[in-house]
């Protein structure tokens, strides 16, 4: 489970990313984070996967208090986690395979356990035939899969998702949504900021919506509820 | 750390390498000069310290007997001083001998020969060797608050000169190697900032799936180990074919001189400039990354 309790973020200008949010995440959930440009989705999910620490409050994932993690701790604490960003950080000189094999090869995995997981995972987001290729000679959408590959080849317990979709066009964005959505049913807790209206609001699930740093609405089956 | 995990590291360290490859160039010639430079300090101190030994162990001290002092008090003083603690060998010559061993020295000096052949003005006296050579000024001493001596001559004074001067030019060496290994640093340490820089979008996702800060780090470290040790092997390389050359054109030039001997220079050059080299990189990977890599 992801607690949040009392967070606040202050940034060196005396700007205000979030103040006092109170949240609780339980394992299993999908949930939108929504919110007009600068509402502070972005330091909220920053704070999630300790990019940024609050200036004051604590946050708790699983057995983690993020504000009181050692350096080595840090690494732990990621290694339950997969990020997707909205323009995917793909490493440009690498392929499919091996952009995915690098989150993998770099906790130190085992070279065979390598070569069964990744294709496992391509298959999962429709990549199978593409291991091959470089980044450039993909799509946009299949950019964001092999981004999001990446983030489940470690199979994490939480997937952060900061505007995924925020690149696509429509029908490909909900294609991604779809893919998120599957790996959800498996188990995965999925976290995802975004200003998908339609998305959002065909998907019927847990909204949280945020503005000028403070969460305003979060619901159940909930609704985008602005205007994007 | 597991076996894939140095495969991974030794991989990433030789990619790159191999991808800054003028980096790496400027970066190995850098250190490659600075470990010459040290090299030459070491070559010339190493010299110098062997020329001081030798110069120690040939040292005699002679003793000159006053003109009027008869045959048997002069042996009495050989004994006594043969007695002396620190003396090694005591010689009594003639001032005959003295005179005959002068004309074999400069067989060509007729003036001189004339003088000594028609009245000998030289003395009788010792030639003294000592256990050990910093004990001369107190023998010398000793032998002059004798009656019967006129004087006493030695080489220490050259010998402490020469110390001195070794001691000083060790100093100065060092004082120019660290200004040199400041250089070296700093060009390693952009080599690797310009390398981490490069591959910032590994190091970011690195960072996001849980790579541990000294997963990140070791290619970086084990390539400034690399450029310190590879630029070390280069100065080396330049200094062992050069002081043997140098060995070579002595012999011929000027034979007399004692040049320390190679195997001698090349340990003491080998231990600091690898030592040197694998620092010097070591340290400036670990200054470049420190910035780079905060979690």
């Known amino acids: ?228 | 750390m597991n076996l894939n995990s140095v495969w991974y590291i030794a991989k990433e360290t030789g990619r790159n390498l191999v991808y800054n490859v003028w980096m790496t160039l400027a970066s190995v010639s850098t250190v490659a000069i600075s470990m010459f430079v040290l090299s030459f300090f070491l070559v010339l101190t190493v010299n110098m310290t062997h020329l001081t030994t030798v110069l120690q162990n040939q040292v005699e001290m002679r003793v000159f007997i006053n003109a009027n002092v008869p045959r048997h008090s002069e042996m009495t003083l050989l004994k006594q001083a043969d007695q002396w603690p620190g003396v090694r060998k005591i010689q009594f010559f003639t001032k005959q001998q003295a005179a005959d061993s002068l004309k074999k020295e400069f067989p060509d000096q007729r003036d001189l020969l004339t003088l000594i052949s028609k009245s000998n003005p030289l003395f009788d006296g010792f030639d003294v060797y000592t256990k050990n050579p910093n004990e001369i000024p107190a023998l010398a001493v000793r032998f002059q608050h004798e009656k019967a001596v006129h004087n006493v001559v030695y080489e220490g004074q050259v010998v402490s000169r020469l110390s001195r001067l070794s001691v000083i030019m060790k100093w100065v060496g060092w004082a120019v190697e660290l200004l040199l290994g400041l250089a070296t640093l700093f060009i390693i340490v952009n080599t690797i900032r310009l390398a981490v820089f490069a591959r910032r979008r590994e190091v970011a996702v690195m960072k996001l799936v849980g790579a541990t800060d000294w997963f990140i780090r070791w290619p970086f470290v084990l390539e400034g180990l690399v450029l310190g040790i590879v630029g070390a092997g280069v100065a080396d390389l330049v200094v062992s074919q050069g002081y043997h050359w140098l060995i070579m054109a002595a012999t011929g030039a000027l034979p007399f001189w004692p040049m320390a001997p190679y195997a001698q220079v090349m340990a003491k050059t080998l231990d600091f400039t690898l030592i040197g080299g694998l620092v010097v990189g070591g340290v400036a990977s670990i200054v470049a990354l420190r910035r780079f890599l905060k979690v």
């Open chain 1, 1 to 228: 489970m992801i607690r949040l309790e009392n967070v606040s973020k202050r940034y060196g200008n005396g700007h205000y990313g979030v103040i006092d949010v109170n949240l609780e995440i339980h394992r299993g959930e999908f949930l939108f984070l929504v919110g007009p440009s600068g509402a502070g989705k972005s330091s909220l999910i920053r704070m999630l996967y300790r990019e940024e620490l609050p200036t004051s409050g604590e946050i708790y994932l699983d057995e983690f208090r993020l504000s009181q993690l050692r350096r080595t701790q840090v690494s732990r604490l990621r290694r339950q986690l997969g990020v997707v960003f909205q323009d995917v950080k793909l490493l440009t000189n690498r392929t499919v395979f091996q952009n995915v094999a690098f989150a993998m090869e770099v906790v130190g995995a085992k070279g065979h356990d390598i070569q069964k997981r990744v294709p496992q995972v391509l298959e999962l987001v429709g990549l199978a035939r593409r291991r091959n290729n470089l980044p450039h000679q993909l799509s946009g959408g299949e950019q964001q899969r092999v981004g999001i590959a990446r983030a489940l080849v470690n199979n994490p317990v939480y997937v952060i998702a900061d505007e995924p979709t925020g690149n696509l066009d429509p029908e490909t964005a909900f294609d991604i949504i779809k893919l998120l959505n599957e790996i959800n049913r498996r188990g995965a807790t999925i976290v995802m900021a975004t200003h998908a209206k339609e998305i959002v609001n065909q998907m019927h699930k847990r909204v949280v919506a945020v503005e000028n740093g403070r969460v305003v609405r979060d619901e159940a089956r909930g609704a985008y509820g602005y205007e994007p």
